[in-house]
T-cell receptor, first 113, second 112 residues
Framework: KNQVEQSPQSLIILEGKNCTLQ??????????LRWYKQDTGRGPVSLTI?????NTKSNGRYTATLDADTKQSSLHITASQLSDSASYIC????????????FGRGTSLIVHP | KAGVTQTPRYLIKTRGQQVTLSCSPI?????VSWYQQTPGQGLQFLFE???????NKGNFPGRFSGRQFSNSRSEMNVSTLELGDSALYLC???????????FGPGTRLTVL
């Protein structure tokens, strides 16, 4: 069964600090991995999309990495801001014609001043 | 460019009733996907439509159905509502299968 596991479940950091969120998956065959940011009460917003051949993808202060061999991804947030407080969701899609996505449960990040 | 819009934003129904939710994708996007989000299960994929055809379907009972119109607008229907159907229903659109997906604000459905 396809699964996506995220850690930690929640994280509290001080403004200005860096943090790294983890995503492990068992989805196969692999198509792509996406990281989303979801603010409370809003729909998710795409941060990065990575395919099998991509190791790193950046979007401003957000940098995602992918190790397709170990089936692990990380999202690194640099110089955190209060507006980074949100849920970060890892989504892995399978290929083979279906592209059905499997979602992680998300990491809840709180940035304190 | 206007974003993905969903109507209604909030809905309260009772068990056994049926409900229809609507989604208008970003102009030019032909793919529309629907998702259910609950505190217990997180985000789960319901189905995807492309050019009026259902392309993919998640693991949900037949009470959940959808359709897409020629203008790419999509509707989702849930029949014989159960308490467990209470959730945030999100719609997302994109140009192609490997492109960025844009989510709407969601419809919050409460089943009493």
């Amino acid at each position: 069964k396809n699964q996506v596991e995220q850690s930690p479940q929640s994280l509290i950091i001080l403004e200005g600090k860096n943090c790294t969120l983890q995503c492990n998956y068992t989805v196969s065959p692999f198509s792509n991995l996406r990281w989303y940011k979801q603010d409370t009460g809003r729909g998710p917003v795409s941060l990065t999309i990575m395919t099998f051949s991509e190791n790193t993808k950046s979007n401003g202060r957000y940098t995602a990495t992918l190790d397709a061999d170990t089936k692990q991804s990380s999202l690194h947030i640099t110089a955190s801001q209060l507006s980074d407080s949100a849920s970060y969701i890892c989504v892995v899609s399978e290929t083979g014609g279906s592209y059905i996505p499997t979602f992680g449960r998300g990491t809840s990040l709180i940035v304190h001043p | 460019k206007a974003g993905v819009t969903q109507t209604p934003r909030y809905l309260i129904k009772t068990r056994g009733q049926q409900v229809t939710l609507s989604c208008s994708p970003i102009s030019g996007h032909r793919s529309v996907s629907w998702y259910q989000q609950t505190p217990g299960q997180g985000l789960q994929f319901l189905f995807e439509y492309f050019s009026e055809t259902q392309r993919n379907k998640g693991n949900f009972p037949g009470r959940f159905s959808g359709r897409q119109f020629s203008n790419s607008r999509s509707e989702m229907n849930v029949s014989t509502l159960e308490l467990g159907d209470s959730a945030l229903y999100l719609c997302a659109s994109r140009s192609g299968q490997k492109d960025t997906q844009y989510f709407g604000p969601g419809t919050r459905l409460t089943v009493l």
